[in-house]
């Protein structure tokens, strides 16, 4: 593979042990003939959100009256900021564009601020430089913890965290700070809040999931877009200081099958409207302007192309009076369409394709069979009148360029003190006390402590998904400016109150310390990657750490970092103490916060936080229906009031070992299946590929790229220059582990590239 005659070559690689290609590929939804029927009169209606006004209607009739076909698809296109210029805006007059969740200017997922606005200023420019009428472009991304893709912005806790802390208010200020941190770089618009109920812990995306009820998740579809958009009635509302939101993934997304991302939701009509529909009425009633349809089927059905319920239910029966955005070439999955075609998802109700690189095809087929009749004129027209609707009521048509509206270019707010302050109060309010034998929290700070856990001193494991690029992996603490790591926060809290604290990170001590915390949990993964067969914490290496405190007699509080509640039960009963902290985000110091008391013996801050998850008494206790008998229930959380003691629980998994079939492989799903990595090397540079683009002396670069879903693969490039090498390496005992297979596949799939 060094061979520099490969050059050019991007090769899709999958390796298996002993297993099938089954294991990687996305399964497909079956049964569209047995989809059940929609009745639209069963579904809510809403207040339909911001009022139609005449005067915004007769402007977009007028713009409309003088636009060409072409300039009309060019509206419902959005392209990907890696994938398309300000030059191409200017010629096909497209009307957004977004970075996915590894795009940024120049590549870079760590270019500063300002590049970023002088890059919207550019795609801006061109979007209003033209003889027909000018229509300026809207930027998408995912602002979905904070202004999560730009270096030194405040990032929150993920909406799980979010979800246990009950207050409303607290997630309505987080909105208008990610807004405002947003105006600062340019950029109008999120793809937040995800309303999903998740129903199956499995899901690879539950961390962005309020809670599995569904009255909780409508509450907080309101209060976030309050806060992102303002309050719908007031002057606040699309002022210059809010964006537009995105309520997703339309709808079932929390629902599929086995917790499968995109994958399939058989519940009846009653539950996808009660459980996985809850928030939408509440989100439409606050006014939210865009929806985006969900990468998920419904009995077999994929939501890109189905009309009942975008159209019939979601546009019609709730009065949805702004725009529906497909997801991430999420129209490709419809039968019969691919990224470059596709006018059923269209005719179906999707307003404007998320077409990231294959936009140019789709385009000039989009206006083709708009030409031949294959989508109504009248739908095109629709689509366009509820896009230039949401682009009017925005203002961005009064708006000067980017960096000349207010709070632009104001970068001092990217991580601003006082909004580092609301961010320390969700941490605080987000941690849910799970046991506390003997009362140990709070800690007296004048003792010594000892810290450790791989998510001791790692702002990244903190933040989690979504963090600088989609995955959130490659991040270190350098990376964020703004940052306090949870061992910064308690180091100053117990040398304040005249403690010792020591980081430890293999948790040897010399002289016993007074208590241990153990910072540890899951690593970052997004999306599908993220998905599992059963919810049992794999690692051991905390475990063996807990159990070596408890046999010492040395009193130990767990803080378990995590993305969905898991089957900890082994942790749990070696500690005296434990924490659910989920990913917290920035402002790791909102835990000594709790933990520590103040330096007087008082206590400083209590805990609030309350799951809004049922946490599973097994790691086969995966979906939340009929999961009577959790190990906590939802709304459990004790408070320093509580009598915190716990019995010792049976550490029953449920799991019999022949659940491991993932496990077999080494590399599935674009990522190395852990504990092996990825190793790229040239010369005597070799690097661990953590980023979706790394580049190695400009003679091998590595990216995340797209095969089935986004980002399944990985792309490797040898410019010819040198010889390089990519192996996928591991610890010498996860090579004795493998070593009892009889046979090992070895499948690449390859495709050459133009
Ligand atoms: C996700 C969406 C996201 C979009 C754009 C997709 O893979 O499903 O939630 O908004 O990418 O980054």
């Known amino acids: 593979m060094s061979d520099p005659q490969i ?53 977009i009739s007028e713009l409309m009256a003088a636009m060409t076909v072409e300039e009309m698809v060019g509206q419902t296109i959005q392209a990907d900021i890696n994938a398309v210029t300000p030059e191409d805006v200017r010629r096909y007059r497209l009307g957004s564009i977004l970075n996915g969740g590894n795009s940024a200017p120049g590549e870079d997922a760590r270019a500063p601020a300002e590049r970023w606005l002088a890059l919207a200023d550019e795609f801006y420019t061109a979007s209003m430089d033209a003889g027909h009428p000018a229509i300026p472009i809207l930027w998408g991304t995912d602002a979905v913890h904070g202004h999560n893709n730009i270096v030194g912005a405040t990032l929150f806790p993920l909406n799980i965290g979010l979800g246990a802390t009950r207050n409303l208010e607290l997630v309505q200020h987080i909105g208008a700070i990610t807004a405002r941190e947003m105006i600062v770089t340019g950029i109008d618009w999120t793809f937040a809040p995800t309303l999903a109920v998740v129903r199956n812990n499995c899901w690879g995306r539950t961390y962005e999931s309020y809670s599995e009820d569904p009255a909780i998740v409508a509450q907080y579809a309101q209060a976030m877009v309050k806060g992102l958009q303002g309050e719908l009635g007031t002057d606040s509302f699309l002022s210059n200081q809010q964006v537009l939101a995105t309520a997703k993934h339309f709808i079932g997304d929390g629902g599929t099958q086995r917790g499968k991302d995109q994958g399939n939701n058989i519940d009846s009509e009653a539950d996808l409207r009660d459980y996985h529909g809850a928030g939408y009425p509440a989100a439409i009633d606050a006014g939210v302007q865009t929806v985006m349809a969900s990468f998920s ?17 979601l546009k019609e029966r709730m009065g949805f009076n702004g725009f529906v955005v497909g997801d991430w070439n999420g129209h490709a999955q419809v039968p019969g369409c691919s990224t470059k075609s ?35 004129r009248s739908r095109l027209e629709d689509a366009v009148r509820r896009i230039l609707r949401v682009k009017l009521r925005l203002g961005l048509f009064e708006k000067p360029k980017p960096s000349e509206r207010p709070l632009a270019g104001n970068y001092a707010l990217l991580g601003h003190p006082n909004h580092q302050t609301v961010a320390q109060q969700a941490v605080r309010e987000s941690l849910v006390l799970l046991k506390n034998n003997g009362n140990l929290l709070p800690l007296q700070t004048d003792q010594t402590i000892l810290v450790t856990g791989s998510g001791a001193d790692n702002i990244s494991q903190q933040t989690g998904v979504w963090t600088l690029s989609r995955q ?14 949870i061992w910064q926060g308690l180091r100053s809290a117990i040398e304040f109150g005249g403690g010792t604290a020591i980081l430890s990170m293999d948790g040897s001590y010399k002289r016993i310390p007074d208590a241990a915390i153990v910072i540890f949990g899951e690593t970052p993964y997004a999306e599908f ?36 509640p898991l089957w900890v039960t082994p942790e749990i009963n070696a500690a005296t103490a434990f924490v659910a902290a989920w990913l917290p985000g920035t402002a790791g110091a909102g835990i000594a916060d709790v933990l520590m008391r103040k330096p007087n013996g008082a206590i400083n801050f209590d805990f609030k936080g309350k799951l809004s998850f049922s946490w599973p008494r097994t790691a086969t206790q995966t979906a939340n229906e009929n999961n009577d008998e959790p190990l906590f229930s939802f709304g459990y959380g004790l408070t320093y009031t509580d009598d915190g003691n716990l019995p010792q629980f049976p550490e029953i998994s ?35 590929v953590m980023d979706a683009r790394v580049q190695l002396q400009n003679a091998l670069t590595i990216r995340a790229i797209d095969r089935a879903a986004q980002e399944d693969a990985q792309q490797f490039i040898w410019s010819g220059e040198k010889r390089g090498a990519i192996a996928i390496t591991g610890p010498a005992t996860a090579y004795t582990a493998a070593s009892h297979y009889d046979a090992m596949n070895l499948v690449i799939q390859y495709r050459e590239e133009a």
């Not at 059923?344 to 083709?368: C, H, S």
């Not at 599935?668 to 790229?680: D, I, N, T």
């Open 297 to 313: 089927a419904w009995h077999g059905q994929r939501m890109h192309g189905c009309k009942p319920l975008l159209t019939d239910v």
């Open 529 to 564: 990657k993220g998905d599992v067969d059963n919810l049992n914490f794999a690692s051991n290496e905390e475990l063996l750490l807990l159990q070596s405190f408890q046999s010492a007699g040395i009193p130990t509080v767990a803080i378990f970092l995590s993305g969905r």
């Open 472 to 485: 959130g992996t490659g991040n270190t603490n350098e990376n964020f400016p703004n940052g306090t790591s």
């Open 7 to 59: 050059s050019l070559i991007s090769l899709l690689l999958i390796v298996l042990l002993g297993g099938g290609l089954t294991t990687y590929l996305v399964r497909a939804a079956k049964g569209d003939n047995d989809t059940p029927i929609i009745t639209p009169e069963n579904w809510p209606m809403t207040t339909g959100g911001a009022p139609i006004e005449p005067v915004i209607e007769a402007r």
């Open 654 to 688: 449920g799991l019999d070992g022949s659940e491991e079939s993932t496990g077999n492989a080494f590399f599935a799903l674009g990522k190395p299946m852990a504990p092996w990595s990825l190793q790229a090397t040239v010369g005597e540079t070799s690097r661990t």
């Open 342 to 376: 596709c006018p059923a998802a269209f005719n179906a109700g999707i307003d404007m394709f998320m077409a990231p690189d294959d936009w140019r095809q789709l385009y000039k087929n989009t206006v083709a069979q708009v030409m031949s009749g294959t989508i109504p």
